[in-house]
């Protein structure tokens, strides 16, 4: 008869070995199934099988649980994320300022330096280095100002309403009444609005009077035109400005608002302003387009008259495009 003792002791060495395989497996399964799906090298997922161990019974059963998870999609194609530049508006600004005082400053000495500058701005924004560029080709053009028409304008000019006549404003008497130099301008232009008898008229300039705070430069323009005889529909009063750019702001904005038809732009000043006012008009015009070459309004052409002396520096002109650039 075989004892019992030692078969005893033998089912307890299984069972304990069983209970350490059991242990193992359990362990090995909650570190590789950390109760999700396992995600394999071809980007799929394997369900999640959970081993219960019966220890006593030495018994193994399986119950497998689906677990819901988002699918990741596939796809062959590899996207790419590009950051796209934002331009700094401060550093734009900054770099339009010291190309503008640069030249103002010194001239055809800083065309290097100029030119430089134009790239930097172009990097950080490339429309309005594109921009800043054509202003800057038409300031440093030697032709600028130098083509004038004393007293009348030219043939050839349309003799339609995309045509409009700029009459640039001059500082009142403090009592409101016209000096002689803006009287001896609006000479010219009454001539050159009868050349051009369809072509609209805008008088510029706000209140410049200091006794009198009634009167305005192109409120006594207009009524002095409308003395000499042209109609009051074609005048256009632009009475808000006190600067030769302010003149540009505003007109740039009342034509394109409520003067549709107006394309071609005419500047009547004295003489030594023609170059100020076509400068600064054709600027305005740039940097109110969407891109250079697309500008709403295009100087064409000038009137003046024959002022005995005075002149307009290169700053003069620098401080006027900076304050462009500021609006």
């Not at 429309?127 to 028409?149: D, V």
Request: hydrophobic share 40%; glycine share 4%; net charge negative.
């Amino acid at each position: 008869m075989t004892k019992p003792g030692p078969i005893k002791s033998l089912n307890e060495i299984m069972k304990k070995a069983i209970r350490a395989v059991s242990f193992s497996l359990v362990l090995i399964m909650a570190f590789s199934l950390p109760g999700c799906k396992r995600k394999t090298a071809d980007n799929e997922y394997t369900e999640i099988t959970m081993v219960t161990v019966n220890t006593e019974a030495t018994v193994v059963t399986e119950q497998t649980t689906i677990i819901e998870s988002t699918e990741i999609p596939q796809t062959n194609e590899t996207t790419e994320i590009t950051e796209s530049h934002v331009a700094d508006p401060e550093v734009v600004q900054s770099i339009v300022e010291e190309i503008v005082m640069d030249y103002g400053y010194n001239g055809s000495e800083a065309n290097e330096r100029i030119d430089s500058l134009l790239m930097d701005l172009t990097a950080e924004d490339e429309n309005a280095g594109m921009k800043w560029k054509t202003i800057m080709e038409l300031w440093r053009s030697p032709e600028l100002g130098e083509n004038l028409n004393y007293d009348v304008l030219p043939d050839g000019l349309p003799d339609t309403d995309e045509l409009c006549i700029v009459v640039l404003g001059f500082q009142l008497n403090p009592d409101g009444s016209m000096r002689d130099e803006l009287i001896n301008r609006l000479t010219v232009a009454l001539r050159s609005a009868e050349k051009y008898p369809n072509a609209y008229i805008v008088c510029t300039g706000g209140g410049t009077a200091y006794n009198n705070d009634s009167a305005t430069e192109a409120g006594e323009m207009a009524k002095w035109l409308e003395e000499h005889g042209i109609d009051k529909e074609r005048i256009i009063v632009e009475d808000n400005s006190l600067t030769t750019a302010q003149n540009a702001i505003y007109t740039y904005d009342i034509l394109v608002s409520d003067y549709p038809s107006v394309r071609y732009l005419a500047i009547v000043s004295s003489d030594y302003h023609i170059a100020t006012g076509e400068l600064l008009f054709t600027a305005e015009a740039i940097l109110k387009a969407d891109v250079p070459g697309k500008e709403k309004l295009i100087v064409i052409s000038n009137a003046s008259w024959d002022a005995p002396s005075d002149d307009l520096s290169t700053m003069f002109q620098a401080t006027a495009l900076i304050e462009l650039s500021e609006v």
